[in-house]
C-alpha cells in the first residue's frame, strides 16, 4: 500500500524490475510476496511467525531510533494500532 507515496512500490515499478532481473546473466527472480498485503496484515502475520519487530527499521531518516514522524514512522504506527500488536519499535519523537 506505499504505491502512492513511494514510486518504488508501485505495481508498474515492481513489474518493470521483475522484467530487467529476468534479463541478467544469471537470471534473478524477484518476488514481492507480502505486496498485496496491508501493513497491519503483514504485522499480524509476522507476529503469527514471532517476528522480532523491535529489530525491523522502517524510518525513511536513518538515525539510530526511528524518528516517529516521518510517514513511513507514522504508517508504523498506524499500521500496529490497527493490527492490536504492541509496537516494540523506540521512537524519537
Not at 508501485?10 to 544469471?26: D, G, I, K, N, W
Request: glycine share 6%.
Amino acid at each position: 500500500d506505499d504505491g502512492a507515496w513511494y514510486p518504488s512500490a508501485s505495481p508498474s515499478f515492481v513489474e518493470s524490475f521483475t522484467h530487467t532481473a529476468a534479463t541478467l546473466e544469471p537470471q534473478i527472480a524477484f518476488e514481492a510476496p507480502l505486496r498485496a498485503m496491508r501493513k497491519p496484515d503483514v504485522i499480524r502475520a509476522g507476529a503469527a511467525l514471532h517476528v522480532d519487530f523491535a529489530r525491523s527499521y522502517s524510518c525513511m531518516l536513518g538515525g539510530e531510533l526511528h524518528c516517529g514522524t516521518c510517514r513511513q514512522c507514522l504508517d508504523r504506527r498506524a499500521a500496529f494500532l490497527e493490527a492490536d500488536i504492541p509496537d516494540p519499535t523506540l521512537y524519537a519523537a
